[in-house]
């Protein structure tokens, strides 16, 4: 089915339908992990890179959080790469479906938990590190400014913030490069054209990145201080802040 007239869902590859700006990743579940590492360039590199870099804030009494779990692929990498430490790993996410998945892969890890909650209202207990993987553009920016300041409320000092977003380019230039460019990768990946138009037609409204400067603006008005951009590919990037 491409579109369907009466439902207004549209295709936007691997048999997922969407309606316009009604993104939901709720009806995404099974299809999830091919999708999002077919959209993200360096998606499965990326999670590997954030386990590695997780070394240096994990010890064997730390407690992680995890904003978006989805379905624990990136909770996956980093309880294998942070292997013996007796550490917990919490798993957050607005969609239940989602927790499911990720309890379910995760059922033999006792250092994980899957928890079904909106981030921005969750009470977060003292924790030495924080990840969040390509989900605050999905948080509108006036709640992403509150749960920011409760991300750094709740580091210890030294803790981490370990946050990849897609970003806007900081103008039109740069931006018709950009989208251009991610055009080409998501063809590239297999996507037909009208999977890539309607894709984007159904995020209207619902992502909501942010240029670099905002992205780091975000984090200086939360209270960090030390940052550094540690990835950066087409659309996409990742920030390390320290407390
Ligand atoms: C792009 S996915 C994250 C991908 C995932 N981190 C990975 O490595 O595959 C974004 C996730 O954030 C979740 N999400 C969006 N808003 C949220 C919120 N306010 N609180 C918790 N989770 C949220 C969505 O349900 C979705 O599963």
């Not at 790993?89 to 499911?100: A, F, K, S």
């Amino acid at each position: 089915m491409r579109t369907d007239v009466k439902t207004g869902l549209q295709t936007v590859g691997d048999s997922l339908l969407m309606q316009e700006g009604r993104w939901d990743f709720a009806q995404a579940v099974d299809a999830f992990d091919r999708h999002v590492e077919k959209s993200i360039p360096f998606c499965r590199e990326g999670r590997d890179y954030v386990a590695k870099l997780a070394t240096f804030f994990v010890r064997p009494d730390s407690l992680v959080y995890e904003i978006g779990v989805s379905t624990g692929a990136l909770a996956v990498a980093v309880l294998r790469r942070v292997a013996g430490h007796e550490f917990q790993y919490v798993g957050i996410d607005v969609v239940p479906g989602m927790v499911e998945r990720a309890n379910s892969t995760l059922s033999r890890d006792p250092r994980f938990s899957g928890v079904i909650a909106d981030a921005v209202g969750y009470n977060f207990d003292q924790a030495s590190l924080f990840l969040s993987y390509y989900t605050l553009h999905f948080i509108r920016p006036q709640r992403r400014a509150v749960l920011m300041g409760k991300i750094y409320q709740a580091l210890e000092l030294g803790g981490a913030l370990i946050m990849y977003e897609k970003i806007r380019a900081p103008d039109a230039r740069f931006q018709d490069m950009l989208t251009q460019l991610y055009m080409e990768f998501k063809q590239g990946s297999g996507f037909k054209s009208e999977e890539i138009i309607n894709k984007s037609k159904a995020l209207k409204g619902v992502s909501e990145p942010f240029t670099t400067e905002e992205n780091l603006t975000l984090l200086r008005h939360a209270g960090f201080r030390n940052t550094m951009v540690i990835h950066k590919a087409y659309c996409f990037e990742g920030y390390l802040a320290v407390k």
